[in-house]
């Protein structure tokens, strides 16, 4: 009977030490997916050429995040109805551009996505 408790203590033992050993693994498996887009289906780009950002803008592809796209995208643009921030936002809410991509350190990127729809709404 002894010698089946040690047997039994040990197993346990071994249970305990393995099941503390693989959860806080998967609780920074948990932590590192929450740091992309919960609902995205790919990963993210961590960058995306602003110029391309400004091209999928004015060709309509956030129109689902509220920016539309073509005659109305330029209107709105000249307006000061869509911003480059919008515009980034929009691309991170598309999971096109990851959410680590943080505008706080990259200010000038939203200004670079700016200009680069100026330049594609002069040569319109």
Same mark, same amino acid.
């Given at each position: 009977?002894?010698?089946?408790?040690?047997?039994?203590?040990?197993?346990?033992?071994?249970?305990?030490?393995?099941?503390?050993?693989?959860?806080?693994?998967?609780?920074?498996? =948990?932590?590192? =997916?929450?740091?992309?887009?919960?609902?995205?289906?790919?990963?993210?780009?961590?960058?995306?050429?602003?110029?391309?950002?400004?091209?999928?803008?004015?060709?309509?592809?956030?129109?689902?995040?509220?920016?539309?796209?073509?005659?109305?995208?330029?209107?709105?643009?000249?307006?000061?109805?869509?911003?480059?921030? =919008?515009?980034?936002?929009?691309?991170?809410?598309?999971?096109?551009?990851?959410?680590?991509?943080?505008?706080?350190?990259?200010?000038?990127?939203?200004?670079?996505?700016?200009?680069?729809? =100026?330049?594609?709404?002069?040569?319109?």
């Amino acid at each position: 009977m002894k010698s089946l408790m040690k047997k039994s203590a040990s197993w346990l033992s071994l249970i305990v030490v393995a099941t503390l050993t693989v959860f806080p693994l998967s609780v920074s498996a =948990q932590n590192k =997916q929450s740091d992309w887009q919960e609902d995205c289906l790919i990963d993210a780009e961590d960058y995306v050429e602003p110029n391309m950002l400004a091209m999928m803008a004015y060709r309509g592809a956030f129109a689902e995040e509220g920016i539309p796209g073509y005659v109305k995208f330029k209107t709105e643009f000249r307006s000061g109805g869509v911003t480059g921030e =919008q515009i980034v936002n929009a691309a991170i809410e598309n999971c096109m551009l990851s959410r680590r991509y943080t505008l706080e350190r990259n200010s000038a990127y939203v200004e670079d996505v700016e200009n680069q729809v =100026q330049y594609l709404l002069r040569a319109q």
